[in-house]
């Protein structure tokens, strides 16, 4: 098996991706408390247990505000990110037989029912793996959802947005092509930006990206109106880090990375107004850390 190097996400792309999928697996009685804008996923979890979609990241600038300062500190920012991953080692000799590992902390909003009252779900751990070239089935545990080695099933070929490894290969390296695929497979959001910034924060999340494509990716992020930078966040696992960030429908969605490496370390939702679904404004609502990246030899297997 071939360990990653994991740029501080030691126990921190989601991610890089879920099929990743930031499935947010979820109790029975328990669903999303608002729609949340996730970019859908091909992969399910076979028997009873229900996957939900991909997480959403924002998009508009909150009304009455001054437009970020954004692009061109976040342009800056998003460029060291993709000097950073293009100089990433790329797993050494893995096969189409192989997996992505994930290990992973965090926690969402979920809601009792339809009418229920909203609430954050504690952090808690979630493994993963996925095949690297979309033919196998995964595997979830993730015991708090009461996912406990449930199996996910392939990936259909063909689909532009697939997200294991082989496919992944295969995207551009250009950042204005990259762009332009982002604006060909996103979707589910209210706006196109928002979308391409979903699709970004999955490929972080939850998935394992070349080098090469996940510069394009980071480069092509640049081009996303409405991104702007906070300083100093912090993930699911308590790592202080850097974001690029977008606001939309009165949450702040932070992708974040850490200060030194450019590394990314996981991701964090904050309510930027009240929200009708009872949080406050500085509240967290959604908090993410990728703990751990490697390649294994088949599902089930740690590093």
């Known amino acids: 098996m071939n360990q990653l190097p994991e740029r501080d996400l030691p126990p921190g792309r989601h991610r890089l991706l879920k099929e990743h999928l930031m499935t947010e697996i979820r109790r029975p009685d328990e669903a999303p408390a608002r729609p949340r804008r996730r970019w859908l996923r091909p992969a399910l979890v076979a028997g009873a247990v229900a996957a939900v979609t991909a997480v959403a990241l924002t998009v508009a600038v909150p009304s009455g505000e001054p437009a970020p300062r954004a692009s061109k500190e976040a342009a800056a920012l998003l460029e060291d990110i993709a000097l950073a991953a293009e100089k990433a080692d790329a797993p050494a000799g893995i096969r189409d037989d192989q997996f992505v590992y994930i290990k992973s902390k965090g926690g969402w909003t979920t809601q009792t029912g339809d009418e229920g009252p909203a609430k954050l779900q504690p952090v808690h751990q979630r493994e993963i793996w996925l095949s690297v070239d979309g033919s196998q089935e995964g595997m979830l545990h993730d015991p708090f959802a009461r996912a406990h080695h449930e199996p ?62 996940a510069a394009a990716l980071y480069r092509a992020a640049a081009k996303i109106s409405g991104v702007f930078v906070v300083d100093d966040t912090v993930d699911a696992a308590g790592r202080h880090g850097v974001a690029v960030a977008r606001v939309d429908d009165g949450e702040r969605v932070e992708l974040i990375f850490d200060k030194e490496t450019k590394e990314f370390l996981g991701e964090r939702e904050v309510a930027v107004e009240d929200l009708p679904s009872g949080f406050e404004k500085g509240e967290v609502t959604g908090r993410f850390a990728v703990l751990e990246r490697a390649v294994v030899d088949e599902p089930g297997q740690r590093p």
Do not use: C
């Open 152 to 213: 996910l099933e392939k990936q259909t070929p063909g689909i532009p947005s697939n997200t294991n490894y082989r496919h992944l290969e295969t995207l551009p390296t250009d950042p204005d092509e990259m762009y332009e695929w982002l604006n060909s497979v996103s979707e589910g959001s209210s706006s196109k930006d928002e979308a391409n910034f979903v699709l970004v924060g999955d490929l972080a999340r939850e998935s394992l990206m070349p080098p090469a494509q």
